[in-house]
């Protein structure tokens, strides 16, 4: 079924659940494909896979039959808190990086609101942060309580096993070779959260293209110009 979203911001196919490598984030997974769980608080640091989490959760839910919508802050805080007017109507709303918008009292009572209509309608709230609910700069109280209430789940950075095997399965989409060496070369020299490690990938393979070689350490190190 073709994803359900009030305003035009399209999921990412491959940002689905069979994709997330879940590592120590197991019970995490199992929690948002739950359906019965009304709210959940998921909160880690840059690069630990929220925002795929979030739209795998949307498709999930739309797979059942359900409807969905992906609410990135990022995109949506120069917009009204307006756009949130409806979305107590839908089965799951997925909202991406709160912490955008605390101090901000349009949002924060239009936020405390759609708790309200999601709970009154039995609808499910999936909030991602990067900090967790205690210590939320929410400055409304009501919200606050709100943010409490649910279930917390931290997302847990990726063990080593668990970074090569990501950057294994990004290398093979882009049809690059990635031995384990080279990978464990990468996660041991170079900034290893996943945005860092998927633009040195990008980076990898337009020079392998250009090159036609295979990758090496020391091909590595030559591109990526680590002294």
């Known amino acids: 079924m073709q994803q359900q979203i009030p305003l035009p911001l399209g999921l990412q196919e491959d940002f689905n659940f069979d994709s997330f490598i879940a590592d120590d984030n197991a019970l995490i997974v199992d929690a948002l494909k739950n359906s019965s769980e009304p709210f959940i608080f998921l909160w880690g640091d840059a690069g630990t896979g929220k925002t795929q989490l979030l739209q795998a959760t949307c498709q999930y839910q739309t797979q059942l039959g359900k409807t969905a919508a992906y609410l990135p802050l990022k995109e949506l805080q120069k917009f009204s808190p307006q756009i949130l007017d409806g979305m107590g109507n839908i089965d799951l709303v997925c909202l991406e990086d709160i912490e955008l918008v605390y101090g901000e009292a349009e949002w924060e009572e239009a936020l405390f609101n759609l708790f309200n209509q999601l709970r009154q309608a039995e609808g499910r709230l999936v909030i991602s942060s990067n900090a967790s609910p205690q210590q ?26 668990g970074t090569i095997k990501a950057l294994q399965a990004h290398a093979l989409k882009l049809g ?4 384990q060496d080279n990978a ?14 998927w633009s040195q990938l990008e980076q990898l393979n337009q020079a392998s293209l250009v090159a036609q070689r295979k990758l090496s350490i020391p091909f590595i190190k030559n591109t990526l110009k680590k002294d």
Request: net charge positive; aromatic share 4%.
């Open 136 to 161: 939320s700069q929410a400055q409304l109280n009501d919200l606050k309580s709100r943010l409490c209430s649910g279930l917390p789940l931290n997302l847990k950075p990726l063990s080593d096993v």
């Open 176 to 179: 690059l070779e990635l031995t």
């Open 184 to 197: 464990k070369y990468l996660i041991s020299h170079y900034p290893r959260d996943l945005p860092s490690l």
